[in-house]
């Protein structure tokens, strides 16, 4: 291989390398809402955040529960800690929670 071609792979690397962390250098995420939407039958949480949210959520099934963590996101003052659908028979309660690793919805 020339070094022409290895100076330029290299630099490619360097770029997209330097880009992944720019990325993850920007302010993170903000949820700011939680809301439960009901029709007929179907049950939906929707969450609101600051921007669009790009990354994979990590979704863990427990028994009766099921936790989302939300990796470079923090939760914003006014999202309750738990939330009590009134309405919702399936989803009795939303808990929002934050650690060292990323916001958890469960």
């Known amino acids: 291989m020339s070094s022409r071609p290895l100076s330029l792979l290299l630099l490619l690397a360097s770029l997209l390398l330097w880009s992944h962390t720019s990325i993850h250098a920007e302010q993170p995420l903000l949820l700011q809402r939680i809301e439960v939407h009901t029709s007929g039958s179907v049950e939906?949480?929707?969450l609101k955040f600051s921007k669009a949210f790009r990354e994979d959520p990590l979704?863990?099934?427990?028994s009766g529960s099921m936790s989302l963590r939300l990796p470079h996101t923090r939760l914003d003052p006014s999202v309750p800690p738990l939330i009590s659908p009134a309405s919702n028979p399936l989803?009795?309660?939303i808990r929002a929670t934050h650690t060292d690793s990323g916001d958890y919805v469960r």
């Open 91 to 93: 989803i009795r309660t």
């Open 44 to 46: 939906q949480v929707a």
């Open 59 to 62: 979704i863990n099934f427990d």
